[in-house]
């Protein structure tokens, strides 16, 4: 399958998070196979390339985000052979695959790991060639070498045996960060790529990858935050460079795109620029941080709808024309978009979700949509921690709970709307039992919607909110000024609405959308309302169920939930 240069501007992404997508043999956990299955609906949902989460061999403390080989696939997961497979089915339809690398850390069972681990020397006295694969310090003052703290809680420092030296984790103690300042390390893993590469997948996703390059003093945080110091750091630019240089430019029309927290514009214009040097685009996180309190990721408070318009005005405008915008809400760490913006348990569930998905998908850059996102799949009420499976999660039960900061019920709360389970509970195909996800005991449970819920019913209706996707991304391949037109917001302070424009030399677009269940307006510029009256103006897509458009005006009324786009030419 030809790779166009840069085929990524016009596609969608679908993403999978194998272990919950299809289980085809009934362990509970879905498969390779079960992906093989579904790419038909992948295909129809119109979706040109999919991102698979990691299926290498695991120790699974963080769900495949801990590999023990690279090369190897999880027995859970399939075969190496169902992977050759699965790349060639999927480019037998037309559909890119692009793979989950974790570049940052390995697992703590990885071989690697256990011979760094022994220590400086082998027992004959020459240097242990693993000890530098991994970052080791002394303690200082009988504790850690500083304050970090890990993104998972605790100290991001361990102690290998009682007197020995600590090793960095950013995430988990199971997850031991590589230390890229090692040139047989790199060169490990630029080789490791390249042999995927060789098998046929088309890009990679970049797991955490700015945290490569440190802060070589390890210089304690002001506030034991560890995402400042430990990302970015003095090497990170060269050592992508090198990336590129030594594996993506290699093969032609790679695509990557590096997940990024700490991200901002100007880090973008470096790593996703348009000249191709680094990688195709980043995952910025700056919007999903938007409803996170003061203590980040277990505080709630409501998105406000002005910060959100100027925040994705200030990516739209500032990476036009010099990097490239990713698009999304969703992820396998995220919760629910629908739960978080919509009204997610009310009647205007679909029409909510609706509105959000073209919000996003007429903006610029490549959209991305996580499996169940087409169908407005929710949150899960968890009812009792024994339902918890993230490692994440039950680490913050247990701190929460544990040191009497939040009741139980309080804690519970917080997963059911914060918590990256939320994402991860099974795919609901159709309404028999387990939502057609598993013939057995699914290793998570199933979200009790599912018969409300699923992808059997929403293919035979019209207006489903799979249909609806479907338009939404069928739209980006038929008009080239999505892909092109420059964006501009419209009417930033409403606290209701959220409406733009996308701009090219011969035509306009205009993407209203209203994120209440009541009514609320739009206030057009001027210029703008006297262009409309003396324009052509064209409803290319909306949610109502009779299909009618907004009735345009200087300020237009938008009815609870509605979102529109309009061609103007
Ligand atoms: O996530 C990286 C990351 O920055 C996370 O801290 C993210 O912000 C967090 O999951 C939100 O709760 C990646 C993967 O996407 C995630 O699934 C892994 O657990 C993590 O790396 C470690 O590999
Ligand atoms: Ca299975």
């Known amino acids: 399958m030809k790779r166009e240069a840069k085929w990524w501007k016009n596609c969608v992404v679908y993403q999978i998070y194998p272990r919950s997508f299809r289980d085809t043999n009934g362990d509970g956990i879905g498969d390779l196979a079960g992906i093989i299955e579904k790419l038909d609906y992948v295909k129809e949902l119109g979706c040109g390339a999919i991102w698979i989460c990691p299926f290498y061999a695991s120790s699974d403390y963080d769900n495949g985000y801990d590999i023990t080989d690279y090369q190897a696939i999880h027995p859970d997961f399939g075969t190496m052979e169902e992977a050759e497979r699965l790349i060639e089915e999927a480019h037998r339809r037309g559909i890119r695959i692009l793979i989950d690398m974790v570049l940052n850390h390995t697992s703590c069972e990885h071989p690697w790991f256990l011979e760094s681990k022994k220590g400086r020397e082998n027992p004959q006295g020459t240097p242990n060639p693993y000890r530098d694969y991994y970052i080791w310090r002394e303690g200082k003052n009988g504790g850690a070498p500083n304050n970090w703290e890990a993104i998972f809680g605790g100290s991001a420092w361990t102690r290998c045996g009682e007197e020995g030296d600590h090793y960095l984790h950013i995430f988990s103690p199971m997850q031991p960060d590589l230390n890229w300042e090692s040139p047989e390390l790199r060169e490990e893993l630029f080789r ?66 590096a997940e990024m927290s700490e991200s901002t514009p100007e880090r973008a214009e470096i790593f996703a620029n348009e000249d191709g040097s680094i990688f195709s685009m980043i995952f910025q996180f700056q919007h999903m941080d938007l409803d996170g309190g003061d203590s980040f990721k277990w505080t709630h408070r409501k998105i406000e709808l002005p910060a959100l318009k100027k925040l994705m005005a200030y990516w739209q405008t500032n990476l036009y024309g010099r990097a490239w915008n990713s698009l999304y809400w969703c992820n396998h760490d995220q919760p629910r978009i629908f739960s978080r913006f919509g009204d997610a348990e009310g009647p205007l569930r679909e029409k909510s979700a609706k509105m959000s998905a073209l919000c996003t998908h007429m903006m610029q850059g490549t959209p991305y949509v996580f499996q169940g996102e087409e169908l407005g799949m929710t949150n899960y009420p968890f009812r009792d921690i024994s339902e918890v499976r993230d490692l994440e999660s039950l680490n913050a039960w247990e701190h929460f709970v544990g040191n009497g900061i939040h009741t139980e019920e309080e804690m519970l709360e917080l997963i059911s709307l914060r918590g990256r389970d939320n994402a991860r509970t099974p795919m609901q195909w159709d309404d028999s039992p387990n939502a057609g996800f598993s013939d057995g005991k699914p290793w998570i449970p199933v979200n009790p919607n599912y018969p409300q819920i699923n992808a059997k019913d929403q293919l035979t209706r019209e207006n489903s909110v799979f249909r609806f996707y479907q338009k939404l991304i069928a739209l980006r391949k038929e008009h080239a000024i999505l892909t092109t037109g420059r964006y501009e917001p419209l009417d930033l302070e409403d606290p209701d609405t959220f409406a733009y424009l996308r701009i090219t030399e011969s035509e306009k677009l205009l993407v209203l959308c209203n994120y209440r269940a009541h009514e609320a307006g739009v206030k057009l510029t001027e210029e703008l309302w006297s262009e409309i009256q003396e324009k052509t103006v064209q409803l290319l897509l909306t949610n109502e169920e009779d299909g009618s458009a907004p009735v345009l005006a200087s300020t237009v009324t938008l009815r609870p939930y509605e979102a529109a786009v309009l061609k103007i030419a």
């Not at 990336?243 to 993506?248: A, G, K």
Request: aromatic share 14%; glycine share 6%.
């Open 192 to 257: 490791m790529m390249r042999w995927w590469l060789d098998k046929g997948v088309d890009g990679f996703r970049l797991d955490a990858v700015c945290y490569i390059s440190k802060d070589p003093e390890f210089t304690d945080s002001p506030d034991g935050n560890i995402r400042p110091c430990a990302s970015f750091g003095p090497h990170f630019e060269a050592f992508a460079r090198e990336l590129n240089r030594e594996v993506l430019s290699k093969y032609e029309n790679i695509m990557t795109v």
